[in-house]
Antibody, heavy 118, light 109 residues
Framework: QVQLVESGGGVVQPGGSLSLSCTAS????????MHWVRQAPGKGLEWVAF????????YYTDSVKGRSTISRDNSKSTAYLQMNSVRAEDTAVYYC???????????WGQGTLVTVSS | EIVLTQSPGTLSLSPGERATLSCRAS???????LAWYQQKPGQAPRLLIY???SRATGIPDRFSGSGSGTDFTLTISRLEPEDFAVYYC??????????FGGGTKVESK
């Protein structure tokens, strides 16, 4: 079955960097676009970034644009999110999700918590 | 950017009752690129409905979606105990950003 496992969460100091990974199994990873979606504590869902199946296109929400990079390694069935200059408002559970049908998410990981705090 | 507004914020109902959740978009959602997700505490969201009215794999037929343009509805025909959760609508399409509504919590009365 489809499985997505995020890793890399933890406590990050303001102004620091975070690096998240999402390892996929149970499907042909190279055939699907991948997304990162985050959820601040007690809040709703916010789409963060998307990368096409072959890495040819990448998109970001405005609040992370210019300080984030989404990437993937299809040989490792893994997607990545790197974010620099993190702020308190980046504190959230970060989910990776498989993209289908031009932008909805049919499978999700369990999420990894990132806390930005000194 | 398309803004999605969900109402009500909270819906208090009893098992067996019908739930009607609304999602209104600030501009037309092309080709009904509207999805609904369910999220229970401590869990990742689960896709329920895509294309405004198509049920995702394994979703019971008590869940149905309708609407087009700017007004969409998720209906749960008869609430089961496991249906008490938060529900989010999401719009998608040719290009990002892919925005979510603020959510509707369906709680047990």
């Amino acid at each position: 079955q489809v499985q997505l496992v995020e890793s890399g969460g933890g406590v990050v100091q303001p102004g620091g960097s975070l690096s998240l990974s999402c390892t996929a199994s149970g499907f042909t990873f190279s055939h699907y676009g991948m997304h990162w979606v985050r959820q601040a504590p007690g809040k709703g869902l916010e789409w963060v970034a998307f990368i096409r199946y072959d890495g040819s296109d990448k998109y970001y929400t405005d609040s992370v644009k210019g300080r984030s990079t989404i990437s993937r390694d299809n040989s490792k069935s893994t997607a990545y999110l790197q974010m620099n200059s993190v702020r308190a408002e980046d504190t959230a559970v970060y989910y990776c999700a498989r993209g289908v049908r031009a932008g909805n998410f049919d499978s999700w990981g369990q999420g990894t918590l990132v806390t930005v705090s000194s | 950017e398309i803004v999605l507004t969900q109402s009500p914020g909270t819906l208090s109902l009893s098992p067996g009752e019908r739930a009607t959740l609304s999602c209104r978009a600030s501009q037309s959602v092309g080709s009904s690129y509207l999805a609904w997700y369910q999220q229970k505490p401590g869990q990742a969201p689960r896709l329920l409905i895509y294309g405004a009215s198509s049920r995702a794999t394994g979703i019971p037929d008590r869940f149905s979606g309708s609407g087009s343009g700017t007004d969409f509805t998720l209906t749960i025909s008869r609430l089961e105990p496991e249906d008490f959760a938060v529900y989010y609508c999401q719009q998608y399409g040719r290009s990002p950003p892919f925005t979510f509504g603020g959510g509707t919590k369906v709680e047990s009365k």
